[in-house]
């Protein structure tokens, strides 16, 4: 093969991220590949702004079509993010017979029955590594390397950041929710609008995406319960601590006796377990397969270069297949196993775990009776109970640590404990991942 | 496809976990592949030791040539291990274009110019996931993954046997190298004759490996500087923990303004590093790629169900690429970049890094300035020093932290040491990884 011709949509950050890897380092990946790889056409409706990469100005267009219709180009990079244009933008390459790396977690989680539909029929493939985990490989890890396992758990940290919020609130249990999201968006590390991120959407778009690969099957996004990280307060974190545990916003998929439970919420989980250890904007997938036992991927997430260093690993890989006249090597995602099974899925009601319990209780005679009370009715036994000082206004926190609980059971307790005359507010809940409490 | 047919050789502790994963896993190997997998024949010596699994007796044969000669067979997997007959076994069954999957590290560093050309020439391709860090999805991701990096920096722990020891004595001041040593023998994590673990030469054929993935290289084992951990005391690990820093045996790779440097040997990191927490018989991989930073692979190194796992999925890519009638879409180890480049490597005398140095010294009036004074003669700075208490002998230990010197340097000046009336006995030297150490 002489080259692989290459067109990027979307000349944003990532974009001008594999220009820069293109051109950096395009003499190792031509000797790792055995030819070069050339980028000759570049499409953004702004080409004026400075993305800090140089390239010749007659790559540059402002019309996509452009780079779809150039029957030079075999891979389309869709680099544009959001669900339109970026899907007619994938459709289209598609049917003209081109193969597509994409990053774009949101427009797969949701519309990846279509876009895989169409791949297969086109016969080519579709690379999307850098759709979840940023720089570290763990979607090829699943299909390919690990791919003799059964999943029994999944435990995933992949928003870099909620896991920035957490790991400072952890750090320093002096500054709130609030200020930290303040400082990781000077940092640059959370957007102006901070939903996506902190409110799970973005981890559940990848959560679907990884459950897809793990246990072959592909639900809804809505399906998933998503729970954000706005709710945890610097007590919490204080608490978890005492129990020597940390919170994080994990991606949980678990799979016992044929049936799969995903769920994403923030999670207290030992403070030596591996997970424990990937702070800041780290992220980090625990996994544990029945053959291969525990194993930990570690790296950076998001960011320029990282992402960028995902694209062009699908680049290559394409490419190589390419070489030997390939495509669709390795079953795409969710086609041709194409089946949704939200209600294979367990529902949230049924799921059983650890629970830690934050109750606001007047602090009188007889309220710890009633409230473990209520708990001994619907089945929860209490782990640890920690009752400690006073508020000025008479409440005082609770805190339950629970044996293993079935969330319709915690739900409806709590409901009850808030009717309550001596409690104030609801029942905070975080569910806790420890083997070591039964 | 209807099937991938496959021969074992070498029904062993790896072949069996083979063989379990293809009967335990067959139905989700299946639905992940698209067609089955059937292993036909199983050659070994011993047909009669109970290996934990069921084999239809019909399978086996104690002549590996039934397995090299079948026409059926597509992919063979040598799990035979050692030099011979293992080497014949691979370049038989690709004369006979058939695919291979082995998880012989010390052939492949020894004889993989061979190997890997037969394999060129055959135009078949060699699976050897397993023959590095067992579970851990190393090579690949080296390969594929992270393709469109410069490795920076890789340390990494290679070795269980090695781990085990240094994390038990780490834990445990009070047990010796040789007790720990004993307690792995009788856990099975170390052989009766653990001389390829402990001293080094196991880990030295897997860096040997890596650094061909990294770097395009291919060095003589013997080229490699090679330490193994007999000589590492409890004081030291006492030692190391009062700097903050934890023992590892450490395969380090380095590329410096286009040189490289490869080396084996104890080493010192800080406690938070992200291998510091790689303990036990597990395994790890740091690496720092120019584009995606800092990564850090965890997981299980050896094992039987662990190190099959790596086979499986070797044989699962082999079995995907035949579906599509394909073969050496990934360039192997090499081979065509096959040259030997020891003068390319950094030699061991010029590597420059920080120095952890104990010397046994009486304790008298001018022994400190007379041993410092030969280090300043040898251009090696003093970043910090501690003696501590009398021995009965009255020889002390006196140790330092150096700033960053060169290798050559501290050899001579640790000869001049030692000729010192006031030593007693060799300078114990351990070397430092530590960036935030300059």
Chains 1, 2 share one sequence.
Request: aromatic letters at 4%; proline letters at 4%.
């Amino acid at each position: 093969m002489n080259e692989a011709c290459i067109g990027l949509i979307g000349f944003g950050t990532v974009g001008a991220g594999v220009v820069k890897i293109l051109q950096e380092n395009r003499e190792i990946l031509e000797a790792r590949i055995g030819f070069p790889l050339r980028l000759k056409r570049i499409a953004d409706l702004d080409l004026e702004s400075d993305r800090g990469v140089e390239v010749d100005r007659s790559l540059l267009t402002r019309d996509a079509r452009e780079v779809i219709e150039d029957p030079d180009i075999s891979i389309v990079l869709e680099l544009v993010g959001g669900h339109d244009p970026a899907r007619q933008f994938i459709l289209d390459s598609l049917a003209n017979n081109k193969h597509v790396v994409t990053a774009n977690k949101a427009l797969l989680a949701e519309h990846g029955a279509q876009i895989f539909k169409a791949a297969h029929v086109a016969g080519r493939d579709i690379g999307f590594e850098a759709a979840v985990a940023g720089a570290i490989p763990i979607l090829r890890s699943l299909r390919e390397g690990l791919v003799a396992n059964r999943f029994e758990k999944v435990m995933a940290i992949l928003n870099g950041t909620c896991n920035f919020i957490l790991s400072a609130m952890d750090d320093d249990p002096g500054v709130s929710f609030e200020q930290t999201l303040s400082r990781a968006q000077e940092l640059g590390y959370a957007e102006a609008d901070p939903v996506l991120d902190v409110d799970g959407i973005d981890t559940a778009h990848k959560l679907v995406l990884v459950l897809n690969l793990t246990h072959g099957i592909r639900i809804p996004v809505e399906s998933v319960y998503v729970e954000g990280i706005r709710h945890i307060d610097n007590f919490d974190v204080e608490m978890a601590k005492e129990f020597l545990y940390k919170i994080k916003l994990l991606a949980v998929i678990k799979s016992l006796d044929g049936r799969v439970e995903a769920r994403l919420h923030p999670t207290m989980i030992r403070r030596n377990h591996p997970l424990a250890r990937v702070d800041g904007v780290f992220n980090g997938i625990y996994l544990k397969g029945d053959m291969v036992g525990d194993q930990l991927f570690y790296g950076r997430g998001a960011g320029r270069e990282p992402t960028a260093s995902a694209v062009v690993g699908d680049i290559v890989e394409l490419a190589r297949n390419m070489a030997t006249n390939e495509s669709c090597r390795v079953p795409p995602l969710g086609y041709p196993e194409d089946r949704i099974v939200s209600t294979g899925l367990m529902k949230m009601e049924d799921i059983e775990t650890n629970y830690y319990l934050r109750v606001q209780a007047l602090d009188r005679p007889g309220v710890l009776s009633k409230i473990s009370g209520i708990m001994a009715e619907h089945s929860i036994s209490i782990h640890s109970v920690i009752q400690k000082g006073r508020d000025r206004s008479g409440a005082v926190p609770i805190v339950f640590l629970t044996h293993v609980a079935r969330e319709a059971d915690i739900q409806k307790a709590c409901r009850k404990i808030a009717e309550l005359d001596v409690a104030e507010g609801p029942t905070g809940i975080i569910r806790i991942e420890d083997e070591s409490l039964s």
